[in-house]
């Protein structure tokens, strides 16, 4: 019988490894890497696995590799990972845009043709399925000292009233002074309003009708043509549109806004599609009326998406006109008027309210649409929520709602200062959203200040958290390369395994139907402690696998056939061999999540009836507490092994 070393033996055996290999390298190095080793060796036991978990990584094929900006867990269970442009300004110019499909059951990848650039766009689950894509990007940013052309909005009128002005990409305004400007974009303009008002002389006597037209307006993007501070101005003023004639050069014109120099942020598209996870194709839909760069869309209670804040056409960020779009008409329409910072974190709570924990992902100044509180959408009334510890290191933060559910608890987790801010906290908070004047209390600290925190709902009723960074966009190699469970119950960490791969800007994290979760993405500004080095995307994916699922191994409690669809009663049966085991479930919303903001994700309690061979689910009727949708059923046993999920859609 080969010679087996006892667990003592080969830590001894290592550190004797480690000590010979000082004869030929130096001491630090030789430590590092006996250290480095016995790690490994750690981590790889299946006693650790079994407290901790463990991290493994995809073997993805080059030809499938992206920049993952977004992901979206789909009903077929496969994960949409959207780059759109992938933060590369070259493959923006060269309009190459990327939509990768991964099926986790086989580890199998599939490219899908991406029609618009959805680079930092906006998406939500819709009840059907689908998952609606809407905003992205239409021109980069030009920093202080590369813009050297003047640039700005221009107001496009047109007082025809019997059609609309379609104005192509590179079309030219000519100033009184005869400077010209080039738009950016197409642009279309409506036709005119007209409108007819009655009117009586002073004997009472009707007078003949009198027409009225007002001139229908949109914004486009122009630059001077010409390089140089000549074209530069602040001056309002009325511009030709070169190349009309005739009436439509007498009802066409441009009104110039500020047209500068200064730094040029990005800018939003109007672009609105739904991603079919059958045909696995984009298919559009009517664009939103307002152009959205890093927007929240978030669903309703009645199966309709708000969508809110995001950088416009010409990168100002919106003041706050939100809109909604209806999936059974396809269209959108104006939805209450309320300003957000971009990427604002919105969860839908009972009654139909929104919470905002004010999380949210950057742009907007440090003194607006910074306070948490519950916005009623009905009064468009905004009820301010104190207590939050660090209130001003919001940005980047994690913020969730906690399971289940039902306890109404909302959750943020780390943050940083506004914008570039090397601010960043260790700060947990939690609200009890039942309370009837709800405060924020302190929950556990991270083990150190984190920006860019991903963080998952388990079907246990714990939440993982891993990755981030402690300085903005992981500047001085600030990667967090740690882990931990939240145990809502016992509002405290444990430790989790730690990852392998560093993650900050443009990262991600979502629950798999097996239950282990999917890590992707990151976009460090720089790639070396003294950032002189300039970062590069991380194209690696991780999946972590929770302790029960090492500990239980393949012994999970079973889930046999069921249905699609529940039932009239709200309730659905599966059949099961083992019904006793099953201790508790729960209904999980798919995730889909960009920029740590992750509104999708929620976890629902369910009724258990238990039979001979099947287990009955009953599911609660309130659509604001479970939105229609597809959804995951997860049961667990007594030791928090989960099954794996079963997909049914709740109407």
Wanted: net charge neutral.
């Amino acid at each position: 019988m080969a010679y087996q070393p006892s667990q003592r033996t080969k830590k001894t055996v290592l550190g004797i490894g480690g000590i010979a290999l000082l004869v030929g390298l130096n001491a630090p190095a030789a430590l590092d890497f006996a250290g480095d080793r016995y790690y490994a060796y750690k981590i790889a036991q299946p006693g650790y696995k079994a407290k901790y978990g463990s991290w493994s990584r995809i073997d993805i094929p080059q030809e499938y590799r992206t920049n993952a900006i977004h992901a979206a867990l789909l009903h077929t269970g496969k994960v949409l990972i959207v780059a759109g442009s992938g933060n590369e300004q070259k493959k923006f110019d060269e309009g190459s845009f990327d939509t990768v499909l991964w099926d986790p059951a086989t580890d199998t990848f599939k490219k899908i043709p991406t029609p618009d650039d959805f680079f930092c766009s906006g998406h939500a689950q819709l009840p059907d399925g689908r998952l609606l894509v809407a905003g992205g990007t239409a021109r980069y940013e030009l920093l202080d000292g590369e813009v050297d052309r003047a640039g700005g909005g221009m107001r496009v009128k047109n007082e025809n009233p019997d059609k609309a002005m379609v104005l192509k990409k590179g079309t030219r305004f000519r100033s009184p002074a005869g400077v010209e400007y080039a738009t950016k974009f197409d642009v279309t303009v409506p036709k005119a309003k007209k409108s007819f008002k009655v009117t009586y002389n002073a004997r009472g006597v009707m007078q003949p009708w009198q027409t009225k037209v007002t001139a229908a307006e949109a914004r486009v993007f122009v630059e001077a043509v010409e390089k140089g501070p000549m074209s530069v101005t602040e001056k309002q003023a009325q511009y030709e549109i070169v190349g009309l004639t005739g009436k439509d050069a007498d009802n066409a014109y441009g009104l110039s806004e500020k047209i500068t120099l200064d730094k040029q942020d990005f800018q939003g598209i109007r672009a609105a599609y739904e991603f079919d996870p059958v045909a696995e194709k984009y298919i559009p839909v009517d664009p939103m009326d307002k152009a959205r760069w890093y927007p929240t869309l978030v669903g309703l209670d009645d199966g309709r998406v708000l969508a809110v804040s995001g950088l416009d056409d010409v990168g100002m960020i919106d003041p706050g006109d939100n809109e909604i779009y209806d999936p059974k008409t396809k269209k959108w329409s104006p939805g209450p008027k309320r300003y957000f910072p971009t990427y604002p974190a919105l969860f839908l709570t009972k009654g139909g309210k929104l919470f905002y924990p004010a999380s949210n992902a950057g742009y907007g100044p440090a003194d607006m649409g910074r306070a948490p509180g519950l916005w009623d959408l009905k009064t468009n009334t905004f009820e301010k929520v104190p207590g939050l510890r660090d209130a001003d290191e919001t940005e980047t933060s994690a913020s969730l709602l906690l399971p289940p559910a039902q306890d109404q608890k909302v959750m943020i987790l780390g943050g940083g200062g506004v914008g570039e801010s090397k601010k960043s906290t260790p700060r947990t908070a939690v609200v009890d959203l039942k309370k009837d004047n709800p405060v924020f209390e302190d929950g556990p600290d991270l083990p150190q200040g984190t920006r860019y925190l991903n963080s998952v709902i388990m079907p246990d009723d714990t939440v993982f958290t891993a990755n981030g960074a402690e300085d903005y966009r992981g500047r001085s190699a600030s990667n967090i390369l740690k882990a931990q469970f939240y145990d809502p119950k016992g509002n405290v960490f444990r430790e989790a395994a730690s990852p392998t791969v560093g993650r900050n800007y443009h990262s991600e994290a979502l629950l798999l139907p097996d239950g282990r979760v999917a890590s992707f993405g990151s976009d460090p500004l720089y790639d070396d402690q003294q950032n002189t080095k300039l970062g590069h995307f991380e194209q690696r994916m991780e999946i972590f696998t929770p302790p029960a699922l090492h500990s239980g191994g393949a012994d999970r409690p079973v889930l046999e056939d069921g249905p699609k669809r529940l039932d009239k009663n709200h309730r659905a049966t599966f059949r099961t061999d083992d019904p006793d085991r099953i201790v508790k479930a729960r209904l999980m919303r798919p995730s889909a999540v960009t920029h740590t903001t992750d509104v999708e994700q929620r976890s629902i309690e369910l009724g258990v009836t238990k039979k001979a061979d099947a287990v009955t689910f009953d599911v609660p009727k309130d659509s604001a507490l479970v939105p229609p949708g597809w959804y995951m059923l997860f049961v667990t046993d007594a030791d928090g092994t989960p099954s794996e999920a079963k997909w049914i859609q709740v109407d």
